[in-house]
């Protein structure tokens, strides 16, 4: 039987205790358990998060913290950028409906969530291979946190990948968070010894395109190795 | 165009401001905006409902206060009860796709969720034409009132009768096949000159693993030029 388990709540930066404990309270009403929280604005652990937990305290107290976006991600093979802002990326936006239906439960996935206050930014959001759109009012499109958990643990709840017996097929092992990286800063350092970025300040966005690209591709482990043979033999 | 106006969601008894607050921020999130209460524990109007409203402050001003339970539902034609306790009743229950899906523009609906503490009781839920239940983990069901709002006003939102949102595609211009044929080229060469394929019968099956890694990416215009500018630069 298949579990919750390879599905993380990653919420980056959040800054009220009372959303990180409803975010806990309602993974556990729809069966998720994994939270990880980077770098939470008034530190660890948090009175208010457990107390708005109600009963799900378990999971505030297993909740892993990270200093890094990059971090917290590392050992996961799929990442979902929610937003409601429009981004000017060329990413696939899946809708929460979408997203559950084509959930695998053979891959490491990660729901991200923004800070209240400002959503992801656009560094968070190009490291992940998809954008999760929820379509709501145009005219009122602010989110409380709490609620847009809520929305996603309810959809994944309702994902057909848990909800029939696991498929003999064989699997693909996928490049992990942490391969992208590896790629990523492999590329930075070549391009910087060809003088790639010849204006200093457009680098982080070049950056930025650079990860967009890449972050797509749901690389198996095999393809991943291809790829950075490529680039070494390209590099010379 | 059909709008939402017709579905009321209906607080019987809540205890908290925060939570009807939070229950009209994600009414109108969603594009619901009649809000109904039946004698609000606090009294109405109740500042922490409004505080926490946030951009839902119209709802709030516009919440109708009933002292009843009949009169607050006596212009509607169908009733939801939400409940995550079992009832021994011999009712219809539908889980919130199923509502979502059956739900008829033309009707007068009411969903009507009961008091943070008790849920409705057995009264409320008789008059009630079915019972909505929401499929949690079996053990940890207490809902917060405002998550299961979130719940429910996102399944209407997703109902065929009534699509509020549409998606915000990118219309960004995209490669063409004759750019990833080029930029298959490009590596061919490349790899070539840096006597990437050792063995020169498995050079098809490599190439075909390379631009099964490229193919998939489904990039734009700006994308593809990056691309090449990247591996150019390496290749310095």
């Keep these: 039987m298949v579990t919750l388990n390879n599905i993380s709540i990653i919420l980056v930066k ?4 009372e ?11 729809f069966g998720l358990s994994e939270l990880r929280l980077v770098s939470p604005r008034d530190g660890w652990p948090n009175e208010k998060a457990t107390s ?3 009963g799900a305290g378990e999971i505030i107290t297993a909740a892993k913290i990270f200093d890094t976006f990059e971090e917290a991600t590392a050992d996961l093979t799929m990442l979902y950028a929610t937003t409601a802002r429009e981004r000017d990326m060329n990413k696939p936006a899946v809708t929460p409906r979408e997203m559950s239906n084509e959930l695998d439960a053979t891959m490491k996935i990660g729901i991200v969530f923004g800070p209240e206050r400002s959503g992801l930014e656009n560094f968070e959001v190009t490291h992940c291979n998809k954008i999760l759109y929820i379509p709501v009012n145009p005219e009122y499109k602010s989110l409380n ?10 959809e994944i709840s309702q994902s ?8 003999p097929d064989a699997q693909l092992e996928k490049a992990t968070k ?4 590896s790629l990523y800063d492999y590329l930075e350092n070549a391009l910087d010894e060809s003088h790639f970025f010849q204006v200093p300040e457009k680098k ?3 950056m930025d395109n650079i990860r967009n690209i890449f972050a797509r591709l749901d690389l198996s482990d095999q393809e991943m ?11 010379g």
């Excluded at 959303?19 to 009403?29: E, K």
């Excluded at 057909?160 to 498929?167: D, L, S, V, W």
């Excluded at 190795?225 to 590099?235: N, P, S």
């Design 160 to 167: 057909p990948a848990f909800k029939i017996a696991e498929r």
């Design 178 to 181: 942490a391969d992208y990286n």
């Design 225 to 235: 190795r291809t790829l950075r043979g490529v680039l070494k033999a390209i590099k």
């Design 14 to 17: 959040p800054q009220m205790g």
């Design 19 to 29: 959303n990180i404990g409803a975010a806990a309270r309602i993974m556990h009403n």
């Design 204 to 206: 982080p966005k070049m």
């Design 145 to 154: 946190i709490a609620q847009a958990v809520a929305v996603i643990c309810y």
């Design 52 to 54: 708005m937990a109600s």
